[in-house]
Each structure stands twice: as C-alpha cells, then as structure tokens.
C-alpha cells in the first residue's frame, strides 16, 4: 500500500511539474545563471548588468538588440572581462566606472548564459 501511494505522489509531483514548465513557469535561465553569481559575489548580478549592461543587450544578455546576443559567448572568461574593462567600438570600457570584482561577476555572468 505504501509503494503505491508513493508511486501515485511521484507520479503526481511528475505532472505538476511538466504543467509549470509547459504553462511557462519554468525558471528563467538568466535566474539560475544569476544565482550561482550572486552566491559568490553576495550581490545583485542583474541589478548590475541591468544598469550597465542592458541598454545593449538586452534579455539579461539573451537577445541581440543594438549590441549583441551575450549568451553562449566563445569568449574566454578573460576576453570577456577585457572587454568590459577596454569596450570595442561603439562599446565603451568600464574599467573607470566598475571594480575589478564587479567586472568580473559580469563576466562570470556572461559565460554562465546558456547558449539558447
């Protein structure tokens, strides 16, 4: 009786859980990246990149808009973070205006973006 009712639980969670994923509540892959982040830099990765970084790129670095898609970057962690200190036209740099440790949550941030 017990490995029925929970065989019944199991498959009920399976349910709920495909009908949120299906009706769009699955997570948001720009929270996920954002979370691993901000556990180790104790901030608020999107709050930065949406003051910073998101006049350009737009979707939390998912969509391409005046600058490019962000997400799935063949970029090195190292030419990300070069990037966003130096900018590349019509980028400007940050080097002046982030810290070392901020910059490099971007890049983190960045490089954490799943491809699609």
């Known amino acids: 009786?017990?490995?029925?009712?929970?065989?019944?639980?199991?498959?009920?969670?399976?349910?709920?859980?495909?009908?949120f994923?299906?009706?769009?509540?699955?997570?948001d892959p720009t929270d996920e990246a954002a979370a691993k982040i901000n556990e180790k830099f104790g901030g608020n990765i999107k709050k930065l990149f949406a003051t910073r970084c998101s006049w350009c790129h737009q979707g939390y670095g998912m969509k391409q808009a005046d600058g490019p898609k962000l997400a799935g970057t063949r970029k090195t962690l190292a030419q990300v973070m070069a990037q966003i200190m130096n900018g590349k036209t019509p980028m400007p740099g940050f080097k002046n205006q982030l810290s070392f440790e901020e910059v490099q949550a971007l890049a983190e941030y960045i490089k954490a973006l799943p491809e699609s």
């Open 1 to 19: 009786m017990n490995v029925l009712r929970s065989t019944s639980t199991i498959v009920a969670g399976a349910l709920i859980a495909g009908l």
């Open 21 to 27: 994923s299906i009706s769009g509540f699955a997570q």
